[in-house]
Antibody
Framework: QVQLVESGGGLVKPGGSLRLSCAAS????????MSWIRQAPGKGLEWVSL????????DYADSVKGRLTISRDNAKKLLYLQMSSLRAEDTAVYYC?????????????????WGLGTMVTVSS | DIQMTQSPSSLSASVGDKVTITCRAS??????LNWYQQKPGKAPKLLIH???TLQSGVPSRFSGSGSGTDFTLSISSLQPEDFATYYC????????FGQGTKLQIK
C-alpha cells in the first residue's frame, strides 16, 4: 500500500545535528514533490521544506533556512532532512508528506499522503 | 511570505450542527487552498484541495468555497468523528498553514 515511514528522530543537544529519513513505498516516488512538515508539542503545523520530483527545485521556510537541508534519492525511494545547528525551537514531530498527482499528470498541489512522523527533541 | 489566518481558533458545537471555519490569505492565492483534519496523535488528513474539490473518500458533508484571499470550510451536519483540529494551507507560493481551528463538542 501507499506508505511513508519516517525515521532518525531522537534527542540531540542544542547546536547538534541529526538526519531524518523518509522511506516511500507503494507509489512511483520519482513522480512526486515531497515536503517536510513539523509540529511542535501542542502547536500547529509548520511547513519546513519542499523538493521537486527531480530535486531541481528546493524551498525552505525562513525559520530553517541555512540550517536544514532537504534531499532525495529517487533510486532508493528515500527523502532526507539534514538538520544542523539545532535549537530548542526545532523540537517537534517531523512528518514527510507527498504532494499528489491528478489525472493527466497534473499536480494536486496538496499533501495527500503523510507519514506517522518522527519526534525530534533538542535539549541539553 | 504568504500568511494564513484562520478563525475562529476554537469552536464548540453539537452533533448535527452546521459549522463554518474561515481562512484568509495575506495576498491573493487564486484557488490554491487546501483543508486538512487532524485528530490527536495522528497525521493530518487531506479533506479538500483547490478550495472546493473533495478528496476521494471524504464525506459529502464537508465542503469548501472561496477564491483570492477568503475561503471557508463548512461541515453540514456534525458527526462525532468530526471533532478534531482543522488547518488550511496555501500552495500558491511555497507552502503555509493556518494556525488551526479546534472543533470541540459542546
Amino acid at each position: 500500500q501507499v506508505q511513508l515511514v519516517e525515521s532518525g528522530g531522537g534527542l540531540v543537544k542544542p547546536g547538534g545535528s541529526l538526519r531524518l529519513s523518509c522511506a516511500a513505498s507503494g507509489f512511483t516516488f520519482s513522480d512526486h514533490y515531497m515536503s517536510w512538515i513539523r509540529q511542535a508539542p501542542g502547536k500547529g503545523l509548520e511547513w519546513v521544506s519542499l523538493i521537486s520530483s527531480s530535486g531541481s527545485t528546493i524551498d525552505y521556510a525562513d525559520s530553517v533556512k541555512g540550517r536544514l537541508t532537504i534531499s532525495r534519492d529517487n533510486a532508493k525511494k528515500l527523502l532526507y532532512l539534514q538538520m544542523s545547528s539545532l535549537r530548542a525551537e526545532d523540537t517537534a514531530v517531523y512528518y514527510c508528506a507527498r504532494e499528489g498527482i491528478q489525472g493527466a499528470g497534473r499536480a494536486l498541489d496538496a499533501f495527500d499522503i503523510w507519514g506517522l512522523g518522527t519526534m525530534v527533541t533538542v535539549s541539553s | 511570505d504568504i500568511q494564513m489566518t484562520q478563525s475562529p481558533s476554537s469552536l464548540s458545537a453539537s452533533v448535527g450542527d452546521k459549522v463554518t471555519i474561515t481562512c484568509r490569505a495575506s495576498q491573493s492565492i487564486n484557488r490554491f487552498l487546501n483543508w486538512y483534519q487532524q485528530k490527536p496523535g495522528k497525521a493530518p488528513k487531506l479533506l479538500i484541495h483547490a478550495a472546493s474539490t473533495l478528496q476521494s473518500g471524504v464525506p459529502s458533508r464537508f465542503s469548501g468555497s472561496g477564491s483570492g484571499t477568503d475561503f471557508t470550510l463548512s461541515i453540514s451536519s456534525l458527526q462525532p468523528e468530526d471533532f478534531a483540529t482543522y488547518y488550511c494551507q496555501q500552495s500558491y507560493s511555497m507552502r503555509t498553514f493556518g494556525q488551526g481551528t479546534k472543533l470541540q463538542i459542546k
